[in-house]
């Protein structure tokens, strides 16, 4: 099992960029291939993207592709999301997450693929 804590989320203004931290403790941080979502006001929990157990693949949804970039740190056992040119759509709760796999070049994209989520941290853009 993993637990994971999100951290980073604030309020910027438009064009500014944040870092999301989600750090991993638990089971050994390379079992997992890791995912960011989130899940704006009314709306349902979306895919930002992914990474594979040891960060080589990564993959993002069309909304942030160019503008996110999802890295992972082994010796941290954490979890980056940096997230630049930020937009006001991009306001929502931002979640990390883990999904056991033996897979070295496969990234989950679904919810329900992964197993363990963290708390979520608030993103807010203002224009």
């Known amino acids: 099992q993993v637990q994971l804590v999100e951290s980073g989320g604030g309020l910027v203004q438009a064009g500014e960029s944040l870092r999301l931290s989600c750090v991993a403790s638990g089971r050994t941080f390379s079992s997992y291939g890791m995912g960011w979502f989130r899940q704006p006001p009314g709306k349902e929990r979306e895919f930002v993207g992914g990474t594979t157990r040891i960060g080589g693949i990564t993959s993002y949804a069309s909304s942030v592709k160019g503008r996110f970039t999802i890295s992972r740190d082994a010796t941290k056992n954490t979890l980056y999301l940096q997230m630049n040119s930020l937009k006001p759509e991009d306001t929502a709760v931002y979640y990390c997450?883990?999904?056991?796999?033996?897979?070295?070049?496969?990234?989950?994209?679904?919810?329900?693929?992964?197993?363990?989520w963290g708390q979520g941290t608030q993103v807010t853009v203002s224009s």
């Open positions: 997450a883990a999904k056991t796999i033996s897979s070295l070049a496969y990234v989950a994209s679904r919810i329900y693929d992964y197993d363990y």
